[in-house]
């Protein structure tokens, strides 16, 4: 087979040659655009990450592809109607890091909680005072958690150590779990009311964009902090700059935001390349980005040696199988 790989670092590209030695094999270190299209024409299939969209455009230049590997949870960045109309099947890595997006997670509620950025920002300055960065601790806190999958049942499994009241919104509920893990379900406006701290799990897909949104995170609990390592389009970046600065929230700790990709590509926005709605988004990310309340890691929830392994094995196995296991379409 002819595979062409995309957003790969060097180690893993050593590690897949040495797993798929019968098969032709491109790399490219960044995610996949037309540019590319003349190298890759013939090419039976494709491992990509999220930033790598495969749009229409792309699949209708490539009319010998099979199947996509996407080593990724969430598949949001292709066109699945187009990949069933092409016959190109979709695998994913459905589970690779609950417990590392969770830590990831808990890490970030604690950098809020006990202001460590400002602390050791300040330390560095040669500055010990410490007027200003008074905490709060999170025992007796109620956490909101936003999906109970593989992740969010981490997330409340850490949670409960640190004695945090859990409270959860699913679509779907399962009192079997919540009993074993000591949780109540709650409606999402509940929710939003209650916790003292929200923290996002869920996938991302057409009911679940822009769930946090203008209309309802007036009702979020004043003074009350979100978290989100899930996708940043769950999350109206507008609403979410609205609710900090009318001290609705008074922080947030995001490890995703929407239209991550623009930040990653900048210099299309100097050259004024950007649609206009995404160039709204680049900008608010930007005051985002500034603001001493709000904590930004770059889409690092997953990024542990650990979790990558398990990544590769997953794809590799998806790849064998010609996208037949782990098929999501």
Same mark, same amino acid.
């Given at each position: /087979?002819?595979?062409a790989?995309?957003?790969l670092?060097?180690?893993?590209?050593?590690?897949?040659? *040495? $797993?798929?030695?019968?098969?032709?094999?491109?790399?490219? =270190? +960044?995610?996949?655009?037309e540019?590319?299209?003349s190298?890759?024409?013939n090419? =039976?299939?494709?491992?990509?990450?999220?930033?790598?969209?495969?749009?229409?455009k792309?699949?209708?230049?490539?009319?010998?592809?099979?199947?996509?590997?996407?080593?990724s949870?969430?598949?949001?960045?292709i066109?699945? @109607?187009?990949?069933?109309?092409?016959?190109?099947r979709?695998?994913?890595?459905?589970?690779?890091?609950?417990?590392t &997006?969770?830590?990831?997670?808990?890490?970030?509620i604690?950098?809020?909680?006990?202001?460590?950025?400002?602390?050791?920002?300040? %330390?560095?300055?040669?500055?010990?005072?410490? $007027?200003?960065?008074?905490?709060f601790?999170?025992?007796?806190?109620?956490?909101?958690v #936003?999906g109970a999958?593989?992740i969010g049942?981490?997330?409340?499994k850490?949670?409960?150590a /640190?004695?945090?009241?859990?409270?959860?919104?699913?679509?779907?509920?399962?009192?079997?779990?919540?009993?074993?893990?000591?949780?109540?379900? &709650?409606?999402?406006?509940?929710?939003?009311? *209650?916790?003292?701290? @929200?923290?996002i799990?869920?996938p991302?897909?057409?009911?679940t964009?822009? /769930? @946090?949104?203008?209309?309802? @995170?007036?009702?979020i !609990? $004043?003074g009350?902090?979100? &978290?989100?390592?899930a996708?940043?389009e769950?999350?109206?970046?507008?609403?979410?700059i609205? %609710?900090?600065?009318?001290? #609705?929230? !008074?922080?947030? %700790?995001?490890?995703?935001l929407?239209?991550?990709?623009?930040? *990653?590509?900048?210099?299309?926005?100097?050259?004024?390349?950007?649609? /206009?709605?995404?160039?709204?988004?680049?900008?608010?990310?930007?005051?985002l980005?500034k603001d001493? =309340?709000v904590?930004?890691?770059p889409?690092i929830a997953f990024?542990?040696r +650990?979790?990558?392994?398990?990544?590769?094995?997953?794809?590799?196995?998806?790849?064998?199988s010609?996208?037949?296991?782990?098929?999501?379409?």
């Amino acid at each position: /087979m002819k595979l062409a790989f995309f957003e790969l670092e060097k180690w893993e590209q050593e590690y897949i040659k *040495k $797993r798929l030695k019968n098969h032709k094999l491109m790399f490219f =270190d +960044e995610e996949l655009s037309e540019k590319h299209i003349s190298k890759i024409k013939n090419a =039976d299939g494709l491992c990509i990450f999220i930033y790598s969209e495969i749009n229409k455009k792309i699949l209708d230049q490539l009319p010998k592809l099979k199947f996509i590997s996407t080593m990724s949870t969430g598949y949001d960045h292709i066109d699945l @109607i187009k990949c069933k109309e092409k016959c190109v099947r979709i695998s994913n890595v459905p589970f690779y890091g609950e417990n590392t &997006v969770a830590e990831h997670t808990i890490g970030l509620i604690l950098s809020l909680s006990k202001k460590i950025p400002q602390s050791v920002s300040r %330390a560095k300055e040669d500055n010990f005072n410490i $007027r200003g960065l008074e905490g709060f601790d999170v025992k007796n806190k109620t956490l909101g958690v #936003i999906g109970a999958g593989h992740i969010g049942q981490h997330v409340i499994k850490i949670a409960k150590a /640190m004695d945090m009241k859990i409270i959860v919104y699913t679509k779907t509920q399962d009192k079997k779990l919540s009993k074993k893990l000591g949780f109540s379900y &709650v409606s999402l406006d509940n929710l939003l009311k *209650k916790s003292d701290v @929200i923290t996002i799990h869920c996938p991302l897909n057409k009911g679940t964009r822009h /769930m @946090i949104n203008m209309n309802n @995170i007036k009702k979020i !609990k $004043r003074g009350a902090y979100l &978290v989100n390592t899930a996708r940043g389009e769950i999350i109206d970046t507008k609403a979410l700059i609205y %609710a900090l600065d009318t001290n #609705i929230l !008074k922080g947030a %700790a995001l490890d995703v935001l929407e239209g991550e990709e623009d930040l *990653k590509e900048e210099r299309e926005f100097l050259r004024g390349r950007l649609h /206009m709605e995404n160039m709204k988004i680049f900008l608010r990310n930007h005051l985002l980005l500034k603001d001493k =309340d709000v904590i930004i890691t770059p889409h690092i929830a997953f990024y542990t040696r +650990e979790a990558l392994q398990r990544i590769l094995d997953t794809t590799i196995n998806n790849i064998k199988s010609q996208g037949k296991l782990n098929r999501v379409a």
